[in-house]
């Protein structure tokens, strides 16, 4: 496990790049296929899972064909993972590649082939979940960038964006304890966990806001009321993407 560990630590540079200001860490905008990509994002306590859930059920009372994927939920690499935190032997590159790998196994198994399908596909979480924490981390933005780069771009990645302080009152005030890799305690941040999850935090805003342009990401306001957000959020992907591609199909049969 060490010398892995010591291999994949060389190959990946720890100089992070600023891809707000590099053209050429754009992903490719070709897509050859049916389907529509949806993704949220946004640091822990912003918001966006409870409006994905929102969208999911909406879309779903209408019929509307979708997928729903998230961050990390791979059979593939999740008891790797769970070893290697239990042991605590997960250097930032290896977790990015742990992540990468689990990413890849979804992709290649779930989005890409219901995206051809002409699904709607929605994702808690993308590749941008990796540009921000690995970039945190200090691994390098352009190792990074194309690492990633077989994935396809989304339709729409909604980035919702609290106040610092705000979002992270919210997971401290739902969680009985922090996590050791949660709370960046890796990273030599802080002895409090508390007080490294915000340092983490914070340093993962600082990349989500840097992506903002590059990657075109639709900004909402976190600390707006859940029904509001609901309601901008419907409203944009009615605007954006042809739902009735995804709409039920109705039925040719002649009544008896």
């Not at 509307?64 to 250097?91: C, D, I, M």
């Not at 352009?142 to 396809?152: E, I």
Request: charged fraction near 25%; glycine fraction near 4%; proline fraction near 5%.
């Amino acid at each position: 496990m060490t010398s892995r560990v010591q291999l994949a630590d060389e190959q990946s540079p720890a100089k992070p790049a600023k891809n707000s200001e590099d053209t050429s860490l754009r992903l490719d905008p070709s897509r050859k296929y049916p389907g529509a990509l949806i993704v949220v994002e946004g640091i822990d306590g912003s918001g966006k899972s409870t409006q994905l859930y929102l969208l999911k059920r909406w879309l779903e009372i209408g019929g509307y064909r979708l997928h729903f994927t998230e961050w990390n939920s791979s059979p593939l690499v999740k008891s790797a993972t769970r070893r290697g935190k239990q042991r605590r032997l997960l250097t930032p590159t290896t977790f990015s590649l742990l992540h990468a790998a689990d990413f890849a196994d979804r992709c290649e198994r779930q989005i890409l082939p219901l995206l051809h399908s002409g699904y709607l596909v929605l994702a808690d979480r993308y590749i941008y979940t990796a540009f921000a924490r690995d970039v945190a981390r200090n691994c390098s933005s352009r190792w990074l960038r194309n690492l990633y780069h077989f994935a396809p771009v989304p339709d729409i990645t909604f980035y919702f964006r609290a106040p610092l302080d705000v979002a992270v009152n919210r997971i401290m005030s739902g969680r009985p304890k922090l996590k050791y890799y949660e709370a960046g305690m890796d990273l030599n941040l802080s002895l409090d966990r508390a007080e490294s999850f915000r340092i983490f935090q914070g340093r993962i805003l600082a990349q989500y806001d840097e992506m903002i342009e590059l990657d075109k990401f639709v900004v909402m306001d976190g600390t707006l009321p859940v029904n509001s957000l609901q309601k901008q959020m419907r409203q944009m992907v009615k605007e954006r993407i042809d739902l009735a591609r995804f709409a039920p199909k109705k039925s040719t049969r002649r009544a008896l």
